[in-house]
T-cell receptor, first 111, second 114 residues
């Protein structure tokens, strides 16, 4: 049973636009929600993370929005650049347990 | 952020041989490390959780006798793929949890079994 559902599977955005990736979870015990960026042939890199006591967190061009009642969280990339083209994974975990990953979103930012 | 290294980055081996992959946390001590497997264009699949000084916990469907995990120190975990076969070819990635519980990933190891 997939516990973190991610959409869309792929996304094409024009340079300067906003990229939005959504995730929904089922396990209400999750208390940590990170986003990872992965380039081909590389390991995932932690981008930004949020805990359920806040509804939004912003770091530079990256913002996480969190809706606890809807069990959803999203990543917004403002002023998207070609260098942002990568695969993005949302994830969730509870306590000391391992991360549960979403299926990934392949983002392509066109110049 | 914290740095996690993996060695080797690429390995090609013959069917039936064993391959060892090392995962090191370079600037922090990690009591817990994780091993993942990733197929092309797919998400990361957790294989096992490695705890320093104790036996690894394997996910359902992962053969513990085939994928041997050792976490001998707070900065090193190893994954040994025993009697490798072509179907074991994949991208193996480790991660380490730092004291703030954030997980940082290594660069991955591309295993090709001929």
């Amino acid at each position: 049973q997939q516990q973190v559902k991610q959409s869309p599977q792929s996304l094409i955005v024009q340079k300067g636009g906003i990229s939005i990736i959504n995730c929904a979870y089922e396990n209400t015990a999750f208390d940590y929600f990170p986003w990872y960026q992965q380039f081909p042939g590389k390991g995932p890199a932690l981008l930004i993370a949020i805990r359920p006591d806040v509804s939004e967190k912003k770091e530079g061009r990256f913002t996480i929005s969190f809706n606890k009642s809807a069990k959803q969280f999203s990543l917004h990339i403002m002023d998207s650049q070609p260098g942002d083209s990568a695969t993005y994974f949302c994830a969730a975990s509870t306590g000391r347990r391992a991360l549960t990953f979403g299926s990934g979103t392949r983002l392509q930012v066109q110049p | 952020g914290a740095v996690v290294s993996q060695h080797p980055s690429r390995v090609i081996c013959k069917s039936g041989t064993s391959v060892k992959i090392e995962c090191r946390s370079l600037d922090f001590q990690a009591t817990t490390m994780f091993w993942y497997r990733q197929f092309p264009k797919q998400s990361l699949m957790l294989m096992a959780t490695s705890n320093e000084g104790s036996k690894a916990t394997y996910e359902q469907g992962v053969e513990k006798d085939k994928f041997l995990i050792n976490h001998a120190s707070l900065t090193l975990s190893t994954l040994t793929v025993t009697s490798a076969h072509p179907e074991d070819s994949s991208f193996y990635i480790c991660s380490a949890r730092d004291p703030s519980w954030e997980q940082f990933f290594g660069p991955g190891t591309r295993l090709t079994v001929l």
